[in-house]
């Protein structure tokens, strides 16, 4: 899968497609320099894999080379006026991506890692793997700082709590080929509310 196939549906597990950027002073990604962008895309990462990382804008265009099994991304530009998403994935993680957005079947037999120390400005689903805003029931949730893992067999997941708490890791997507443990590393930001 390309960077830019990925990009075109982001990453963002919440955006819906067609999203336009509103807000006043929003910084675009077309305004951002080359500098600006690889320093928002290696906020998703930790300090070794930011020296290591290969990093690409939204579009898959590579910004810096990188010696890693990491590929940095910045911020879709349709999700900036939300604030900053940026996220460094390994292959696993992208062989994954390829599969959620095009709702295909997902299996593997070696563990994936994502970075998302950054946070998640758009937010998700707790439940359900293509919902596009949050509603009363599907547990929407706006994550703070985490990494994402993903585990060859769903049945090692058992006894992970499988709603988003503040007290520790829980599965995302359970029951579904997308499931993975969300492991939150900082202090969550405030949850929007559901309007209706």
């Not at 930011?50 to 804008?57: F, G, I, L, N």
């Not at 080379?65 to 996220?87: F, Q």
């Not at 949050?134 to 992970?160: C, F, K, R, S, Y």
Request: hydrophobic content about 40%; aromatic content about 8%.
């Amino acid at each position: 899968m390309t960077q830019q196939k990925m990009t075109r549906h982001p990453f963002s597990l919440a955006i819906a497609l067609g999203w336009v950027l509103a807000g006043s002073g929003v910084v675009s990604a077309a305004d951002m320099s080359k500098e600006e962008l690889i320093k928002d895309a290696l906020s998703a990462a930790p300090p070794a894999v930011q020296d290591t990382a290969k990093v690409t804008d939204e579009h898959g265009n590579v910004l810096r080379e990188g010696t890693s099994a990491y590929t940095c991304m910045a911020t879709p530009e349709a999700i900036r006026h939300l604030g900053s998403e940026p996220m460094c994935l390994d292959q696993v993680w992208f062989q994954w991506a390829d599969a959620w957005i095009n709702k295909k079947p997902f299996s593997t037999d070696r563990v994936g890692i994502g970075y998302m120390l950054g946070g998640d400005a758009a937010g998700a689903s707790n439940i359900d793997p293509f919902a596009t805003e949050p509603t009363a029931d599907n547990q929407w949730v706006v994550e703070g700082p985490h990494v994402m893992i993903i585990v060859p067999d769903p049945a090692q997941l058992e006894g992970l709590p499988d709603t988003p708490t503040d007290d520790g890791a829980y599965v995302m997507w359970k029951g579904t080929p997308y499931v993975h443990i969300m492991v939150p590393v900082g202090s969550r930001p405030e949850q929007r509310a559901v309007s209706n």
